[in-house]
């Protein structure tokens, strides 16, 4: 609720997505990082969609300045997956790990184009189990 008053001032197109990950996508990467679920950062977060790559840097910005002015909200990393992809899959998305009160939360910001290559690997992922 809190991005979405941010965003009624940010002027540009964007589409606002609830995003949690699925239990088999939990159970794997908690083996892969031998980690328990508590330090997991991706359980529960959003996906903000901007029209094109150029506006994702808007958008951080945009937040950046937003975060600043917010003492109870903190940035703990930004990891921009768009130059070289993250994996084989050749996801391209920038996540934004936020804080509050001890929780951590991840905020995904990415094109369209990127927004949709990212639903096709996750449902072709689903299918055929990787």
Known sequence: ??????????????????RLKRKPQIVRKLRRL??????????????IIVDQNSD???LIAFIESNIEANNGLKLN????????????TGYRSVHL??????????LQI?????HYWAESIERTSVIYGY
Do not use: F, N, P
């Not at 031998?34 to 996906?47: A, E, H, K, W």
């Not at 790990?97 to 991840?106: M, N, P, Q, S, Y």
């Not at 990415?110 to 990127?114: A, C, E, V, W």
């Open 56 to 58: 994702v840097d808007k």
């Open 110 to 114: 990415r094109s369209r184009i990127q």
């Open 1 to 18: 609720m809190e991005l979405q008053r941010w965003l009624h001032d940010y002027g540009g197109r964007y589409y606002i997505a609830q």
């Open 97 to 106: 790990i936020l804080e509050r009160d001890g929780k951590a939360l991840e």
């Open 77 to 88: 990393r930004i990891t921009d997956y768009r130059d070289r992809g993250r994996d084989e």
């Open 34 to 47: 031998s980690v328990r679920l508590t330090q997991l950062q991706d359980i529960g977060g959003c996906r």
